[in-house]
């Protein structure tokens, strides 16, 4: 479809680390970027080429046809109940998120949207490291919640399959059932991990090194996403618990081996 080669009006609310990473390959697209964030990324936007608001009045009139949603998952509520949204110059604006939950906020967007308004959940899962050579073969989840401009969200999807995403459509529920087990469940290893400190040594077997890389590769995201993937996700409320009880179940094995010595 040709119109998936037009360029888009893209508008961002949260300008941190991972809206940039994103907003480097949007502008090598040719797409049109504004942004608006509550830190002062002003100069960052100029270099990029990007049009940069600190009020989000302003930046609501830009006549953006994507706003895309780049928070936090533990500020999304605050932030997207504080838009005003009858300022915004096109009535069918398509809103985009990028949270690494999706449930959360699918409905909290239903709540507050106008109805004239489209919503497309997505997650791009890869960041500035994993991403970092390319995006070709990285899966980009994303679930058509309420789309009436086919066209418009056509050419936004457009974006990741020209970059070689591997697009996985997937409702809410599934996503966040998966992201438990997989996301989640990595994260808190990491994070257990980094919490007894494991270092290199002079004798690190394969598997080894490899721990040393998960911590490494999951703190280097911040406790609040870590955090916002546990509050928002009930199903990974039962994945800590399973991988307490994993834990326990092994060490009584151990001890109980150790009475048979």
Known sequence: MSSSLESLKIGIIGFGPFAQFLAITLVKQGHTLSATSRSDHSELSSRLGIN????????????????????SIVSLSEVVKSIPFHLLKKPNTLFVDVLSVKIHPRDLLLQVLPESMDLLCTHPMFGPESG?????????????IRIRDQDICSRFLQIFEQEGCRMVEMSCEEHD???????????????????????????????????????????KDSFDLY???????????????NLELALQTVKQRLLDRMEIE
Do not use: Y
């Open 52 to 71: 940069f608001f600190r009020d989000i009045e302003t930046f609501l009139e830009f006549n953006n046809d994507v706003i895309l949603l780049c928070t």
């Open 132 to 144: 970092r050579d390319g995006w070709h073969g990285l899966p980009f989840v994303f679930d058509k």
């Open 227 to 241: 955090s916002g993937l546990f509050i928002h996700n009930k199903l990974a409320q039962q994945e800590l618990k």
């Open 177 to 219: 059932k998966q992201a438990a087990r997989s996301q989640f469940l990595t994260h808190t290893i990491g994070r257990v991990l980094s919490e007894m400190d494991i270092k290199s040594t002079s004798m690190d077997t394969k598997g080894f090194q490899t721990l040393i890389q998960l911590k490494e590769s999951t703190v």
